[in-house]
């Protein structure tokens, strides 16, 4: 049945939009940063113009140690030079890998989102099943197309609690302790039942399943979260 309305399909396209808008201004702040970044670096000629202008402002240094000083100056420069030109290279893919990062993030963030929406949809509607067969003399319980292998313990508080379920009952923990023990609810102890529905949820094994299906009802008390017709025990 599509329960979707529109409400959610409103949201689902400001989350679209939202993620669009988020790529965009980063990749605009980053090409923005790095426009800026490049402008601001010191021209790769630069050195060589002020060694070029060294040499045309004392034309008169004629001795060897000058001129070996101005070599010296000239080649530096150059070296200069070629190291502003690795450090833009070295600045442009830090600038691109920070890019990637930034979008990535987004993108797993929204992701992260969209999945914790889901299973909050999920915890609140339960779980889909269409079928719960309870085998006692097997020790296993058949959740649509899963098997499920119990001990004697967790089946007995399985098959109780279907019974309650198809009677459109619920059980506390005492309650629970009273039917499987046979004793009376006064002699029992909810923090008993209570242990036994957490053995029941570990034998089930897989967390989502055995919290959606074994549901606590606050002050109310565990019931099955399934529809009464698609029980059947054997």
């Known amino acids: 049945m599509d329960t979707t309305s529109d409400s959610d399909i409103s949201l689902t396209r400001i989350g679209s939009r939202a993620i669009v808008l988020g790529i965009a201004a980063i990749v605009l702040i980053l090409a923005l ?3 800026l970044l490049f402008l601001n670096l010191p021209d790769t000629n630069e050195f060589n113009a002020r060694v070029l202008q060294i040499f045309n402002e004392n034309a008169d240094l004629t001795g060897n140690a000058e001129l ?26 830090l600038i691109l890998f920070a890019s990637l990062l930034l979008i990535t993030s987004l993108v797993l963030v929204l992701a992260l989102i969209a999945l914790n929406r889901k299973l909050a949809q999920v915890q609140k509607t339960g779980i889909q099943v269409s079928s719960l067969v ?12 899963l098997e499920f292998n119990l001990t004697e ?25 009273s039917v499987i023990s046979g ?12 242990t036994r529905i957490k053995r029941l949820r570990d034998s089930l094994g897989n967390q989502m399943v055995s919290e959606l299906l074994v549901r606590n009802i606050a002050r109310q008390g565990y019931m099955l979260a399934v529809e009464k017709d698609v029980i059947r025990m054997i």
């Open 183 to 194: 004793r009376r609810e006064s002699d029992c102890e909810e923090a008993a039942g209570a």
């Open 68 to 93: 070996r000083l101005l070599e010296i100056l000239a080649q530096s420069g150059t070296t200069f030079a070629e190291v502003l030109v690795s450090y833009r290279g070295v600045i442009f893919v």
């Open 134 to 145: 309870i085998s006692r003399a097997e020790r296993k319980v058949y959740i649509n197309d």
């Open 33 to 35: 940063a790095a426009v």
């Open 153 to 177: 313990a967790a089946v007995e508080a399985m098959a109780v609690l279907a019974e309650a379920r198809m009677d459109g009952e619920m059980l506390t923990g005492t309650q629970l302790e």
